[in-house]
């Protein structure tokens, strides 16, 4: 079963942030904002210390790239001001369930200002309307608040914890 999807290539937000379909023209940027935040990332995401050259960025971006064609994902790129700044993306899409999963990560310089929740509604929406889902879910680990904070403050309820869900560095 599948739902063709009407995504946008770009979604503007406002005059400085706006969301990006991932594409392979991004990996040494991208490469770039997780060298910056190697070392914050790894608490939380148990990838980074598997993303250490462009080729398995590029590797990376076109497993991501197959997933959006297959239906099961859409990532998209975060830039502030024109520079990359972090990753969002509807994950995990089961479209017989119309369930999908946000999943994101930010620069650690901008993190707190506001724009990671900006872009989970974004995210959300276009779940709901555009990937018709029934329910969004995000997940994060246990002890990343700042991350638990972004899904209270966009009205998820926490249902329960996934203990051991995830090995983390």
């Known amino acids: 079963m599948t739902v063709e999807m009407k995504i946008p290539q770009t979604i503007q937000i406002d005059n400085h942030l706006s969301l990006v379909l991932i594409d392979n023209a991004h990996a040494s940027a991208l490469l770039a904002a997780i060298d910056r935040n190697r070392d914050w990332l790894r608490k939380w995401l148990p990838w980074v210390d598997y993303m250490r050259t462009t080729q398995h960025v590029h590797s990376y971006i076109d497993r991501c790239r197959e997933q959006h064609l297959a ?47 900006k872009a ?50």
């Open 120 to 169: 989970c509604k974004e995210m959300l929406q276009l779940g709901f309307e555009n990937l018709q889902l029934h329910r969004m879910e995000i997940r994060c680990a246990t002890g990343n608040d700042k991350s638990a904070a972004v899904a209270e403050r966009l009205g998820f309820l926490k249902e329960g914890v996934l203990r051991e869900a995830e090995l983390v560095n």
């Open 71 to 117: 239906g099961t994902d859409i990532g998209f790129v975060i830039f502030y001001d024109e520079q990359l700044i972090g990753r969002i993306g509807i994950h995990n899409v089961d479209q017989r369930n119309r369930i999908g999963a946000i999943g994101y990560w930010i620069d650690h310089a901008y993190a707190g200002k506001g724009i990671v929740t």
